[in-house]
């Protein structure tokens, strides 16, 4: 290669290769200037709605050992109307389920909303949208316990979980109802706490 | 118009563009670079080499990879002035240019019709190694979890949330309401380490059908383009957004357009027109070969071994660019082996032609006998009115500038498909007739779409590999130059420097009869008396 060339063939291949550089990092628009968003994310047990009936003792008996319940319940999972206002503009009216092809496994809810930023009224709910209630749940206090009863421990067992999963469960009707102030290029986040059975807001990566 | 010449049609609509992109590809890197170093024609091994580098700078940048800081450590890297930075972004640069000459790569092979028949397998694998490959770029661009590898992988969450597969949705582990687990880097490092080996899987398939696969370009090819890209990595180190947060909305991130330019479409339109555009853009993909595949006729009729001629030498298969070639036992009498050409493996390049002293093999109307039929009827008579002209056999790829110049200049211009199914009887019958000279001009052999042509060419020629060059013809009035895309003053040059040799030698004498392929009746057997 004469030096003319060699000179053209480096110079070439540093244009091409800056303009590689440049491709590779390029800016490209993402979220809208100054935009906010409200973000909903949560994972939850549906209420399970059921019916129950208690087994009489010789339905009980008729049972192998291992399936001798005090209770036999048939329900399914509740579904749930989401409404999210802002300023009393409605944003969102939608019904969540539970996931999986049979809606009976958790709920996973995850939605992003653009919102203006400033002082903004958000009233988000989730109703239950079942009225009927499931047969209600003895008290724990109030299983009987007869001194020799073999199944007296499976009675109380069952009856635990049932309070355990039942107070796992979203309650009927959730409700977030507060000022909220969006700001921009900001997320707000809405989830639910398990413990204390309400929404509750975050803005920031707390951990 | 037939369904066969309607597809035939559709065919040249498609591959004719492709072709003039490449010429013209071609003809620019030529004049910058030269035939011999042009890396554009070496798109191919050119990737393999970029994938090497990867390899190799990826085993280092995975030292100080942390799964749980992704962040951190890769602006650690990014930090380090003398090593980290660098290496980095040479990663980052190879990546790109490894795409980008994977596609070229690609585009050359359905211009030049190399994308059907015997080809499918390379071209389906060759989709394979492409589309695994970007998504082993994208996980790499997770593993730095910068803004950029944020936004790339919601919106492929976005995407998989779309499908009825999991019930969960995966952009719940970047919403926000708990950390990002650790598995979920792990398994991306992961992916990012088992997707090249799945490639070298790949890469295998991908000349699993190719004789003397060549794997890497020349050296300097080699050399210089790794140094290209660590001279722009260290000048212009790969930028690294911000850190992730999920409680953020950047109003931009800096975005690899090689790899990356469908994001910002897909976050645009709904997750299932961006899967049916995907699907469908690989099933076209992966529908080339049907779509360019040809009447196995005419010009692409598969090689066929004569048993009358074969000799059974094992010249043909050892020349095959793509192992099509077998010996077998013969069914008759005779005691030699007979070659079988696989229709199904082969491209009808002709190479065998030229291999075969007796003439016996090759594709219809390019076999030894028929080269020289041909040269008789359209060359021989143009030899005998002129004195001593310069025969120039070019192969179909010369350019036509390049044709016209030769005729301008008074070269007789004899075309063959490609220069390496030329058989040497040719040049001693050129020459035996009158011819000054014969130049064989071919392609740069690295660029071949015989892939061997030039190669076996030379050999035959200078170099005593059958079916050789007779001893009894002149050598110095027989030269072998490289005419390619861009390089017409060079091609010029090169025939006018052989005019002006040959000028300095007696005048040629021409014979009145040049017998090179007569046809004997295979002798018998003797029989011996029991």
Known sequence: MSAARVVVAVVTSAVVLLLLAASSATDVTWHDDEASELRLSWTARPERIEECRPLTEQERQARPLHMRQSFECTGHLATYDLTVTIDGDVRASEVVRGGGARSDRPLHLLRSYQIAPGARHLRLALQRREVVDSTPIPPLDTVAASPGDPNAARAALEARTRHERARAALPPFLLLDTLITFEPSRVVLVTYDHEARKLRTSRRNER | ?530
């Open chain 2, 1 to 530: 118009m037939n369904a066969t010449q309607e597809r035939v049609s559709l065919t040249r609509a498609l591959e004719s563009p492709a072709r003039a992109v490449v010429r013209l590809l071609d003809a620019l890197a030529n004049r910058v670079y030269g035939w011999r170093w042009n890396p554009v024609h070496q798109s191919g091994v050119l990737a393999v080499w970029l994938l090497i580098v990867l390899t190799v700078t990826g085993l280092y940048l995975l030292l100080f990879y942390r799964v749980g800081a992704p962040s951190a450590s890769v602006a650690r890297i990014a930090a380090d002035p003398w090593l980290g930075s660098w290496v980095r972004s040479l990663h980052r640069y190879a990546t790109d240019l490894f795409v980008i000459a994977a596609v070229l790569h690609a585009l050359r092979l359905f211009a030049q019709a190399r994308s059907w028949g015997p080809r499918r397998r390379a071209w389906a694998s060759g989709v394979f190694l492409v589309g695994v490959g970007l998504v082993c770029a994208w996980t790499g661009f997770v593993m730095a979890w910068d803004t950029f590898g944020q936004r790339l992988a919601i919106t492929g969450a976005a995407l998989f949330d779309a499908l009825p597969i999991l019930s969960e949705p995966v952009g719940r582990i970047f919403a926000g309401d708990r950390a990002i687990p650790s598995a979920f880097f792990f398994i991306n490092l992961f992916a990012h380490i088992a997707l090249p080996l799945a490639m070298g899987a790949g890469l295998w398939l991908h000349v699993s059908k190719v004789a003397r696969p060549v794997l890497t370009p020349p050296r300097r090819v080699k050399w210089w383009a790794t140094a290209g890209l660590i001279a722009v990595s260290v000048l212009v180190p790969a930028r690294l957004g911000p850190a992730a947060d999920p409680f953020s909305l950047p109003g931009s991130t800096p975005l690899d357009l090689v790899t990356s330019a469908w994001v910002p479409v897909a976050e645009r339109v709904p997750p299932l027109v961006t899967w049916s555009a995907a699907l469908g853009f690989v099933s076209l993909m992966l529908l080339v070969p049907r779509l360019t595949r040809r009447r196995r006729e005419g010009a692409w009729s598969p090689s066929y071994a004569d048993p009358r001629h074969c000799t059974g030498c094992n010249q043909c298969p050892q020349d095959c660019p793509w192992e099509a070639i077998t010996m077998v036992p013969r069914q008759d009498d005779r005691p030699t082996l007979l070659a079988l050409v696989d229709p199904t493996l082969c491209v009808s390049c002709g190479i065998c032609a030229g291999s075969c002293a007796p003439m016996g093999v090759g594709p219809p109307a390019i076999t030894g006998r028929e080269q020289l039929a041909r040269l008789r009827a359209e060359l021989v008579p143009a030899i005998g009115q002129r004195s001593a002209p310069i025969v120039v056999v070019c192969c179909a790829q010369t350019p036509v500038s390049i044709r016209k110049a030769l005729g301008r200049e008074g070269a007789l211009v004899h075309e063959v498909s490609c220069v390496g199914n030329l058989h040497s009887s040719v040049v001693e019958l050129s020459i035996r007739h009158g011819a000054g000279g014969v130049l064989i001009a071919g392609c740069p052999p690295r660029d071949c779409v015989g892939r061997e042509g030039p190669k076996w060419l030379d050999q035959r020629l200078f170099h005593d590999r059958e079916a050789e060059l007779q001893a009894r013809v002149d050598r110095r009035r027989v030269r072998v130059a490289t005419f390619a895309p861009g390089c017409d003053a060079e091609s010029m040059a090169a025939f006018v420097a052989f005019r002006s040799d040959i000028a300095a030698f007696e005048a040629p004498s021409a014979e009145a009869r040049v017998e090179l392929d007569v046809e004997c009746d295979p002798v018998p057997l003797a029989v011996e008396d029991t």
